[in-house]
């Protein structure tokens, strides 16, 4: 019946004008000009409605989570709970005690390198990674790698920025224990075959997380669907605040895995003899959490389910293409990655100018790239560039955004000659 | 802001063609410069002659102002000693970062440099090149970085 009344009423067309309003910080200028935030990618901006739940979990409910009995350490515990279970049916996972709320994708990714892979990896085992992560999702395989004389190793992409899927099928061998992947480049903006992935390091044994802090702004994330055991990301990179983030680990291996920080919420019970462990989740959130960050996520998750993750994701992928074919028109524009399948990233270089340039170009005319090596710099290396300029897209960027962008590099292109 | 302040004629013109660009074989000291937030990297080589710099040459990956302070810096330094180049990068530090520095005659085309002031995330860009030749009249050969 569903079906039926949405084919009768077609979808209407994203309204990222209408969504725009709900970004107060968008509404200021820039050296002179309206500002044109094109760098999601790296940190989403917030909607008043996350900003409102942040404001009232303050204004109305703040006190320590798990303490007390008095009203407002119930109010809080009760706020920093829920926010859990908007977590849990986010991402579909089976249960709350399978989400660990962290400071972020970084953090996620460094617990389990820890808790989960410290105490296995042994010598001779294998950890595999691919040649287009962030260095999140690799420094802490490396730092493992040190500790447990586990080896690292790398799939290789290709010119386009995809993964090489036979070669990583190939150095899937009975020696992986962990394969860690980005479900999208946030370099490149490759979207990877996770399940196919997630599929084929299972059939080996392998344990598999994916690193999903570019993917969660533009895709539904069903993490039982995908199947994988760890899944990690931010709240900053889903238009929620800075500094909350979440492990998703499914409950028999967190359950199975030692706790990677002690102190107080983690405990059930603290003598100088033996201390026990609480339950999960809590086992992993050792001190006073990010209450109003939980808050906050939670807000945003709400705020984006309203929107419609398929309709933020056609807006930004419309924006993509149109900013994709404006740059193809400007001379010496060259696009690093160019991947079938990408998600709202577009990273580029323009000859004659450095990437650094025209980040300063593009500044003074009000439109917010990023530049650099984006904390990927063997995707630098492969390419063999030092950095690029990346533009990256938001569920509040409209096709007047696009329009200044390709403008700005004219600019630049007529500063540079 | 005022982009054309930035990117100057003499900026555009020693990026797209850095003077004394290369290696030097021999030569008496190198040092190496880092710049991590851009990926700016470049190599200063030097020889001496009675305490002075006879020739320079540089070679690195960098943004328009980095390359075009090194072009121009290893202009400038030829002939000089360690303590007139130090006095030398002085002038040319209070240039990038005070906003009542006025540049003197003696600068020359160094003075192109003032526009980066009003474009702080810059000013290591254009300092990475004099940190890098300090490095290597003091130490002969090492790595430096501007973090």
Known sequence: MSATASLAAPRPAFDAARVRRDFPILEQRVNGRPLVYLDSAAS??????????????????????????HALSQAATEAFEGARERVRRFINAASVREIVFVRGTTEAINLVAQSFGRPRLAPGEEILITALE???????????????????????????????????????????????VAQVSNALGTVLPVKQITDAAHARGAVVLIDGAQAIPHSRIDVRELGCDFYAFSGHKLYGPTGIGVLYGREELLAAMPPWQGGGDMIRTVSFEKTTYNDLPWKFEAGTPNISGAVGLAAAMDYVKDLGLAAIAGHEQRLLELATAG???IAGIRIIGTAVRKASVLSFTMEGCHPHDLGT?????????????????????????PATARASFGCYNTEEDVEALLAALAKARE??? | MDLKELY??????????????????????????????????????????DGAIEDIRFEGKGCAISTASASLMTEAVKGKDRTAVMALYGRIHALLTQQDAVPDASLGKLAALSGVREFPARVKCASLCWHTLGAALERGAATVTTE
């Open chain 1, 327 to 329: 740059l193809a028109r």
């Open chain 1, 44 to 69: 989403g901006q917030r909607p008043l409605p996350v900003l409102r739940a942040v404001e009232r979990y303050e204004t109305h409910c703040h006190a320590n989570v798990h303490r007390g009995v």
């Open chain 1, 134 to 180: 962030h260095h999140a999702n690799i420094v802490p395989w490396q730092m493992v790698c040190e500790q447990t004389g586990a080896t690292l190793k790398v799939a290789p992409i290709d010119r386009r920025g995809e993964l090489v899927l036979d070669r990583f099928l190939e150095l899937l061998s009975p020696r992986t224990r962990v394969v860690a």
């Open chain 2, 8 to 49: 100057r004629d003499v900026i555009l013109d020693h990026n797209k063609r850095p003077r004394n660009f290369g290696t030097l074989v021999p030569s008496d000291a190198h040092a190496e410069g880092h710049n991590p937030l851009c990926g700016d990297q470049l190599t200063v080589w030097l020889r001496m002659k």
């Open chain 1, 415 to 417: 500063v540079f000659g």
């Open chain 1, 361 to 385: 170009i593009l500044d003074a005319e009000g439109v917010a790239i990023r530049t650099g090596h984006h904390c990927a710099m063997p995707v630098m290396t492969f390419f063999d560039i």
